[in-house]
Antibody, heavy 117, light 108 residues
Framework: EVQLVESGGGLVKPGRSLRLSCTASGFTFGDYAMSWFRQAPGKGLEWVGFIRSKAYGGTTEYAASVKGRFTISRDDSKSIAYLQMNSLKTEDTAVYYC????????WGQGTLVTVSS | DIQMTQSPSSLSASVGDRVTITCQASQDISNYLNWYQQKPGKAPKLLIYDASNLETGVPSRFSGSGSGTDFTFTISSLQPEDIATYYCQQYDNLPPITFGGGTKVEIK
């Protein structure tokens, strides 16, 4: 059974950093791209970015709203994808989800990041 | 970036009614469109992929159609468990992946 579990969320002050983890199981992690999405309270869904599998170079793409501040990485030996979030802003407050790409059938339960002073 | 215009933003219908949601892309996206269902406090659930393909395990009362710029999502007979917010999502010419604004479906 495919499972994705996000962790690392919490309350953080503006300008600080936070790293989220997405621990995967039930599939060969290294064969898949992994995506991150977010949803601000009471708002719609927003794509954050993704990381391709090593077979496709392991390269990353980001939404304009986070480019230069957020970094996605992966550790295939541990089946974990990471979302490093730097220079956090209040507007980054959201539930963050990881998914297996493409065709996002599998989602984690989400982890809440609150950016507030 | 490709903009997705989804309508209506909310609707109220009776159990058994046919419900239709539309999504218009700002440019041709072929059939690179998904439809998701999201219930409060839960992660989105993929219902339809590639505009018209029903994801495994999804009830057949859900369907999708369209290509190019105009897409339709239909619930043929609304059930109480279908109360949720529905989103279209395009994945052509990424990045970025973009979503419609969502349609909140309620029971009348």
């Amino acid at each position: 059974e495919v499972q994705l579990v996000e962790s690392g969320g919490g309350l953080v002050k503006p300008g600080r950093s936070l790293r989220l983890s997405c621990t995967a199981s039930g599939f060969t992690f290294g064969d898949y791209a992994m995506s991150w999405f977010r949803q601000a309270p009471g708002k719609g869904l927003e794509w954050v970015g993704f990381i391709r599998s090593k077979a496709y170079g392991g390269t990353t793409e980001y939404a304009a709203s986070v480019k230069g501040r957020f970094t996605i990485s992966r550790d295939d030996s541990k089946s974990i994808a990471y979302l490093q979030m730097n220079s956090l802003k209040t507007e980054d407050t959201a539930v963050y989800y990881c998914t297996r790409a493409p065709r996002e059938v599998y989602w984690g339960q989400g982890t809440l990041v609150t950016v507030s002073s | 970036d490709i903009q997705m215009t989804q309508s209506p933003s909310s609707l109220s219908a009776s159990v058994g009614d046919r419900v239709t949601i539309t999504c218009q892309a700002s440019q041709d996206i072929s059939n690179y469109l998904n439809w998701y269902q999201q219930k409060p406090g839960k992660a989105p659930k993929l219902l339809i992929y590639d505009a018209s393909n029903l994801e495994t395990g999804v009830p057949s009362r859900f369907s999708g159609s369209g290509s190019g710029t105009d897409f339709t999502f239909t619930i043929s007979s609304l059930q109480p468990e279908d109360i949720a917010t529905y989103y279209c999502q395009q994945y052509d010419n990424l990045p970025p992946i973009t979503f419609g604004g969502g349609t909140k479906v309620e029971i009348k």
